[in-house]
């Protein structure tokens, strides 16, 4: 049964429908926050969502992903889509649509593209659990590119792809990264490589090593990995990209990967709530059955905390 929505959700989806910023801003604050009223939002907006391209852009800090970005950004809206972007890297110094990479950009450029930060913090295996509620914002919104970028630190790098279409990961040309991304499990995840900072030395044998490092592992079933050369700084390598995930879109759409990866995401994004849920209710019943006097007598050793779990556990799960 449809909820009955408060008015202040309904204008607020309504202002994000016609794809008014402020309203977009307050949406997703309201989407990454822990307030019930989220729920109500993200239903108004359902109707209106699950349709956007989803782009992730995952590597180390330093790897030029901001760069990159700043770099793709004109190239897609010349292609026809409007291009929001969500950066998820602590350490990205995107704020507000103006900063981009180290330096201020306010340039036609960024013209009509909705830029935000989100906090890392949160959420199953450390992927911010604003995301996917943060795509259904700009998806409303009208956004049909969604360009993630994500810091590229142990499982966060490997979270990505329960939230993006494509996943591009970004290395430089510096000795052990090959062998790091192995280690880090991203080596199975990554649908394109780039090895940025190809203007420094070692890049094409890094690709060398890399197309090696993925052979290893046996011929490829379905999709090759390609692994594309960039100079982001000076807007190198960047169609051949383009051309790379245009390619990948495309061969998922007719594999039929498409399909399976979304069910993932939608999987994931649901787990991802019902996990914050079921967390607020883990604190509220802890505070329930040991309050300040309770865990006073459990520090003492005069009372056993145990069988309270179990008896609890025994009632709700049975
Ligand atoms: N030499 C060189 N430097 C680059 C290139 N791309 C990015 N950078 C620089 O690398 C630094 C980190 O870039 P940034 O985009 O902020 O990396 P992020 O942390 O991955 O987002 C910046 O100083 C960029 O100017 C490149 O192709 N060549
Ligand atoms: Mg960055």
Redesign the pocket.
Known sequence: MPTVHTPSVESLAQGVLSGETRSIARAITLVESRAPERLALLERLFPHTGRAFKLGIT????????????QLIPRLKARGYRVGVLAV?P???FSGGAI????IRFDDALEGVYIRSLASRGSIGGLSRGVPPAIRVLEAAGYDLILI?T?GAGQLQVDVRFVADTVVL?LVPEAGDVVQAMKAGIIEIADIYII?????EGATRMRLDLRNALELGGKPKGWNPPIAL?????G?GIDELIAFIEEHKQYQQQSGGWEARRLQQIEWELQSLIHDALEQQAQATTRQLFNAETLQAVLQGAENPFPKIRAWRVRENP
Request: charged residues 30%; proline residues 6%.
């Open positions: 590597g180390a800090p330093g790897a030029g992903k901001s760069t990159l970005t700043y890297d350490t990205s110094p981009l990479g180290d330096r970028e810091v970004a940025n900072k190809a203007d420094r960039t100079e982001a700084l000076h190198k």
